[in-house]
């Protein structure tokens, strides 16, 4: 349920009226929008009449049931507001969201050494990037196949985090990894794997990085974002939606499907801002530049592409990762599409 307060509304009027659904036994949570100010309310609401709630002050707008399972990931819960994740990166602070740039993460899959990591580093910095992804933790399919390089790796992180300035995206896949990974990465990964691992996300949502929640390569809209709900409710707000392909009856040609149609939809069902890979999504990179721009033209707020200074001897993901100089040639080419729907840091800076 959602108490939407009018415009104008004193603080302290805010403040009693939270308290009284506090003295209720709710657990009332303040968004602060641009225009208003929503009061939402997640708890047992099912026996509270609207109407009566109105009734406790003379500045509350209106009061509306959210009808999503998912309730703090809902659009209804920001009453149509859209939500942004600020993430603090060496550099400064990144805003992912629907007003911002598209925000490009990119990097090998795996951590594989200093040097690799720190060139990768630099040249993605130089191309465009934002943050530098690097798993550090791998899920692999096989045991027997190169599964990270675990704690030494995220002191590889660190440096090319020191080296480039860039924010750091990586995995965790075991809770008690997460002290230590919390510690380099700025935005932490919850991978397709453990999209539904719920012991993790109540883990991930009691820290205070930002979360970036893969889709389930078999797991619905829905599920998705009753993922995302775990983690909010456990306390973190900061939560970016990743689609990475879903398994379909085709796996001749690509790797995965990688569902575009996830953009509208998930615009109209929550204020989250999305991620979009085409490279785990396609998993060749050839197919990745067209799919890349297919996301900006189609609204995403960022992308994830996997970068490798020599994909033929990559540990991991080889196959679908760009070397350094595709992904510059791609960045040019991504501008003139990122330019003309205005997500574009350049376009940006020209308008202002
Ligand atoms: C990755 O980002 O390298 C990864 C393992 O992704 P996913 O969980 O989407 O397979
Ligand atoms: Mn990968």
């Given at each position: 349920m959602i108490v939407v307060m009018k415009v104008g509304s004193p603080a302290a009027e805010i403040e009693r009226i939270s308290k009284e659904f506090e003295d209720w036994g709710l657990s009332p949570e303040k968004i602060v929008g641009k225009h208003k100010v929503v009061i939402g309310l997640v708890g047992?609401?099912?026996?509270?009449d609207p109407l009566q709630i109105q009734?406790?002050?003379?500045?509350?707008e209106t009061v509306l049931r959210v009808e999503q399972p998912f309730k703090r990931a809902s659009l209804e819960y920001r009453h149509g507001e859209y939500s942004e994740v600020i993430v603090n990166t060496p550099d400064g602070p990144v805003a992912v969201g629907q007003?911002?740039?598209v925000a490009v993460v990119a990097g090998p899959c795996s951590v594989e050494n200093e040097a690799m990591i720190v060139e990768t580093a630099k040249r993605v910095k130089a191309a465009g990037a934002k943050f530098l992804r690097g798993g550090a933790y791998k899920p692999r399919?096989?045991?027997?196949?190169?599964?990270?390089?675990g704690e030494s790796a995220l002191g590889l992180l660190a440096a090319a985090r020191e080296a480039s300035g860039l924010g750091i995206i990586t995995e965790v896949m075991d809770a008690a990894d997460l002290e230590k990974i919390v510690e380099v990465a700025d935005v932490v990964q919850v991978g397709a794997r453990n999209m539904q691992n719920f012991a993790l996300l109540k883990k991930v949502g009691a820290q205070d990085k930002p979360v970036l929640l893969k889709r389930g390569m078999s797991c619905t809209i829905d599920e998705w974002l009753m993922a995302a709900e775990y983690i909010m409710a456990a306390g973190n707000p900061n939560v970016i939606l990743c689609e990475r392909g879903i398994r379909t009856f085709d796996g001749k040609y690509t790797r995965?499907?990688?569902?575009?149609?996830v953009l509208p939809v998930l615009r109209s069902l929550t204020h989250l801002p999305i991620m979009i890979d085409p490279s785990h999504g396609t998993g060749k990179s050839d197919y990745v530049p067209a799919m890349a721009a297919a996301a900006i033209a189609a609204g995403t707020d960022s992308l994830m592409i996997e970068v490798h200074p020599n994909p033929a001897k990559a540990l991991s993901d080889g196959p679908q990762s760009l070397t350094p100089d595709k992904f510059d040639r791609l960045m040019q080419e991504l501008s003139i599409i990122g330019k003309t729907v205005n997500r574009w840091p350049q376009a940006a800076v020209a308008l202002a």
């Open positions: 047992e609401t099912a026996s509270l009734e406790i002050s003379p500045w509350i007003h911002h740039p399919t096989s045991p027997y196949s190169f599964q990270g390089h995965n499907t990688l569902d575009l149609s």
